[in-house]
């Protein structure tokens, strides 16, 4: 079965310091993995995926993860936070089973930015 | 081109009455999946439809119930409400049903408070 497991419910950064939002996942298989963000109030964007290509992802707004097998990791960091980064960030699996995929959410990080 | 509409974008609900969602994904895209999410948790599947059929359902039990028009629109529908059943409800939508390299594309959600 497909899992992730988002290892910090809620982190706070100051502005200009680097962000690090910790993933790990449990695949059956070769995962495919996602980060998305969602604002207050907001639908949830999409901010870097990995698909079994390269192993360092790059992402929207300076985001981006690395994925390693031999962790079962798949950390969001970005060098530099700014404010407009403070969200709720979801690490995602696709479920592949049976005849169709469904996204598998973690319960969430909440990112704050402190000025 | 638009992105997914959902509506209405807020609703408040009595226990016990039935309440109808509705879903446009983007253009040109033909999978419509449903997901619920309640206050501090992540995005839970409920169901994906595929070329007007059915192609997978979460763990939630069958006062949920949904389906795809002709046109790939979508609803989702909810009998008997529970207070439980607050949260809110996110459309995604996608040009392949196992979202295989491609991602889902969100709308901002409909806000159900049962009360």
């Known amino acids: 079965a497909q899992s992730v497991t988002q290892l910090d419910s809620h982190v706070s950064v100051s502005e200009g310091t680097p962000v690090l939002l910790r993933c790990n996942y449990s695949s059956s298989y070769s995962p495919s993995l996602f980060w998305y963000v969602q604002h207050p109030n907001k639908g949830l964007q999409l901010l870097l995926k990995?698909?079994?290509?390269?192993?360092l992802v790059k992402g929207i707004n300076g985001f981006e993860a690395e994925f390693k097998k031999s962790e079962t990791s798949f950390h969001l960091t970005k060098p530099s936070a700014h404010m407009s980064d403070a969200a709720e960030y979801f690490c995602v699996v696709v479920n592949y089973g049976g005849s169709q995929g469904n996204l598998i959410f973690g319960k969430g990080t909440k990112l704050s930015v402190k000025p | 081109d638009a992105g997914v509409t959902q509506s209405p974008t807020h609703l408040i609900k009595t226990r016990g009455q039935q309440v109808t969602l509705r879903c446009s994904p983007i253009?040109?895209?033909?999978?419509v999946s449903w997901y619920q999410q309640v206050l501090g948790q992540g995005p839970q599947f409920i169901f994906q439809?595929?070329?007007?059929?059915?192609?997978g359902r979460g763990n939630f039990p069958d006062r949920f119930s949904a389906r795809q028009f002709p046109n790939y629109s979508s609803e989702l529908n909810v009998n008997a409400l529970l207070l439980g059943d607050s949260a809110l409800y996110l459309c995604?939508?996608?040009?392949?049903?196992?979202?295989?390299?491609?991602?889902?594309?969100f709308g901002q959600g409909t806000r159900l408070t049962v009360v």
């Open positions: 990995y698909t079994s290509a390269a192993t």
């Open positions: 439809y595929y070329e007007k059929e059915e192609r």
């Open positions: 995604a939508s996608s040009f392949y049903s196992r979202q295989l390299n491609t991602e889902a594309f």
């Open positions: 253009s040109g895209h033909k999978s």
